[in-house]
């Protein structure tokens, strides 16, 4: 595979998100709502990029110079972040994008800028996902709230990982 890498993401990147959001699988996926009206998206994009929340940051991640989905750092404090990534082109799921966009993210969220813990919550029939988290170095600490996955009431299991336990 070609190296995956990590980018800000700019108001350039808006359309590739309104293309996203026009899969219903990536949608489900995700928890995004399916069929969503693409100006509404743009707007939701837009605002994002131009007045993120405090404590958040979305990078996108890019392979051989193509924008094919996007890792977040959310909810950060001086010492914490919650973990998010999304591989948005499905022709990559499984293929190794993520976990190389995650072990990116961590080494910058652990290094860069400090963080001693990391957290990710994942939807318990997330089968990639928890495969995901667990090749990162994540251990599962609890259960969460419930969330909908694919249409049904799932519950969210917790991860965390601590700098010390990170070996990227």
Known sequence: MSDVTLRPLTLDDVEPFVRWAADPEFCRAIGWAVDRD??????????????????????????????????????????????????????????????RAGELTLRYGFGTLGLGTITAEVHRPNVRSHALMRALGFREVGVGDLDEYYGETVPLVRYALRRAEFSG
């Open 38 to 99: 693409p100006e509404e998206v743009r707007a939701s994009r837009v605002r994002l990029l131009t007045d993120p929340p405090a404590g958040f940051m979305r990078q996108g991640i890019v392979l051989d110079g193509q924008l094919v989905g996007y890792v977040d750092l959310a909810g950060m404090t001086a010492d914490t972040a919650e973990f998010g990534i999304a591989v948005a082109e499905r022709g990559l799921w499984g293929r190794g994008v993520g976990r």
